[in-house]
Nanobody
Framework: QVQLVESGGGLVQPGESLRLSCAAS????????MGWYRQAPGNERELVAV???????TYADAVKGRFTILRDNAKNTVYLQMNTLKPEDTAVYYC??????????WGQGTQVTVSS
């Protein structure tokens, strides 16, 4: 059974930092493209950042220079370090694991709220 379990969300003030974690089980983690997506109320789910098995990273323009995606294959965990948070970063953040077309898994999501 595949599970992606996110943690680390919460309420922070603008300018502060958060680190999200996603622990994976039931997959060969090192083979998967891992990513973080987010969905704000009334908006579609959007890509935040992805990291390949070879540690190549891609970021949405809105988070470049502020967010960092990392993976630890020994712990089957992917992280999203979020710095200099802005109110517009408020969303539910979802972990995703993808391998080919048929293997595409999502976590349950974790809420991030940036507000003063």
């Amino acid at each position: 059974q595949v599970q992606l379990v996110e943690s680390g969300g919460g309420l922070v003030q603008p300018g502060e930092s958060l680190r999200l974690s996603c622990a994976a089980s039931g997959i060969i983690f090192s083979a998967y493209i891992m990513g973080w997506y987010r969905q704000a109320p009334g908006n579609e789910r959007e890509l935040v950042a992805v990291i390949s098995p070879g540690h190549t990273t891609t970021y949405a323009d809105a988070v470049k220079g502020r967010f960092t995606i990392l993976r630890d294959n020994a712990k089957n965990t992917v992280y999203l370090q979020m710095n200099t948070l802005k109110p517009e970063d408020t969303a539910v953040y979802y972990c995703n694991g993808k391998l080919g077309v048929r293997n595409n898994y999502w976590g349950q999501g974790t809420q991030v709220t940036v507000s003063s």
